[in-house]
């Protein structure tokens, strides 16, 4: 499960003092921990696409810090984040491509917007941007 990878790998950044890991694959457990804490008490188990959702939010929450140091100039901060990022994206699906999106679209009989989001989110959930799945059956 992706989740005892996550506590694995933020073991392995402890033994090797790597802060920066750390504190990226903390805060993405504290949250995973959180949730699953809210599922249980709905009668739910955590599943890997929720773990996903999770770290697709941490890296979102990276991009919106890393423009906000690359404005004020501060490369050093740009680093440590990109860094962050990268050890959080190797836990990520491999993501949909837009030729495979198109690919999936065209064998819709109905390629109205509703049923082709309802497909994507229903089957591939956390393996797409649906924005990307938006603009693609938009332009067919």
């Known amino acids: 499960m992706l989740y005892d990878e996550l506590s694995k790998a933020n073991i392995e950044a402890l033994k090797a003092h790597d802060k920066s890991s750390r504190a990226v694959l903390s805060v993405v457990l504290s949250r995973v921990k959180m949730q699953k804490i809210e599922l249980e008490a709905s009668g739910k188990e955590l599943t890997d696409n929720d773990v996903v959702k999770v770290i697709t939010k941490a890296l979102k929450e990276l991009d919106e810090e890393k423009a906000g140091y690359e404005r004020v100039n501060n490369q050093e901060e740009v680093n440590s984040i990109s860094n962050q990022q990268q050890v959080l994206q190797k836990y990520l699906p491999k993501m949909l491509s837009e030729d495979e999106i198109r690919a999936e679209i065209n064998k819709f009989e109905d390629k109205s917007i509703p049923s082709v989001m309802k ?6 959930e956390g393996k797409v941007d649906m924005g990307l799945v ?5 332009s067919i």
């Open 119 to 124: 497909h994507f989110k229903a089957n591939y």
């Open 134 to 138: 938006n603009k693609v059956a938009r």
